[in-house]
């Protein structure tokens, strides 16, 4: 008799055990904080796209000097401005926490901003080098650079537009609710004036 008690206990404790659940469960998934958590995996992927062409940049910078060097009668000027933004560029400390801290989101973009100019630039002195620019080696480092550049401005857009989702699931409600208590707020995102958002002309 004892035994057919337990068996019936046993059921009604694990019912029990699971309203429990899907009564805490309602409120979270009723504030947004479920849909809090997946707008932050966005965020979280999109910049983690920004960093990887970012340094992907970066890295092709030292072979174009390189080749762009070998031509005795460059502007040595110009090189040293595209080699102290990329060195400015590489000493930079960049993790995740600067998708939450808009001085260090600022600052990122600045030292990237200025690497773009002075690629701009190098590219402009370049057109009155045609020796260099017929080079297979340039070449193949131009079309390497304009491609990043390519995927830099794709990055970039994705990145506004999660954070856009993002900023408007923590202050709508009832999704703002979720996202105090996981003490999410408003996040920064790039401000680039007018044009700063188009990559270089990379001509062949």
């Not at 899907?22 to 932050?40: F, I, K, Q, T």
């Not at 910049?47 to 910078?61: G, H, P, T």
């Not at 930079?92 to 926490?97: C, P, R």
């Amino acid at each position: 008799m004892q035994n057919d008690q337990r068996k019936v206990r046993t059921p009604r404790r694990t019912l029990i055990a699971l309203l429990g659940l899907a009564l805490l469960a309602a409120p979270l998934a009723g504030c947004g904080y479920n849909e809090v958590v997946e707008r932050d995996e966005d965020v979280k992927a999109a910049w983690a796209e920004v960093e990887n062409q970012y340094k992907r940049r970066a890295d092709l910078v030292p072979n174009l000097v390189n080749v762009v060097k070998g031509n005795a009668n460059f502007e040595k000027s110009t090189l040293e401005s595209v080699v102290e933004a990329r060195s400015k560029v590489a000493g930079m400390k960049v993790d995740s926490s600067v998708v939450d801290d808009p001085a260090k989101l600022k600052q990122f973009e600045a030292a990237q901003q200025n690497l773009s100019g002075a690629l701009s630039r190098l590219m402009v002195v370049v057109e009155r080098y045609p020796e260099l620019k017929a080079t297979e080696s340039y070449r193949d480092l131009q079309a390497q650079l304009e491609g990043t550049e390519n995927r830099i401005t794709v990055a970039r857009k994705r990145f506004i537009e999660s954070v856009a989702e993002y900023n408007k699931t923590v202050q709508l409600f009832p999704s703002s609710i979720g996202a105090s208590m996981r003490g999410k707020s408003v996040r920064p995102t790039f401000s680039a004036p007018a044009g700063l958002d188009k990559p270089p002309e990379v001509k062949f």
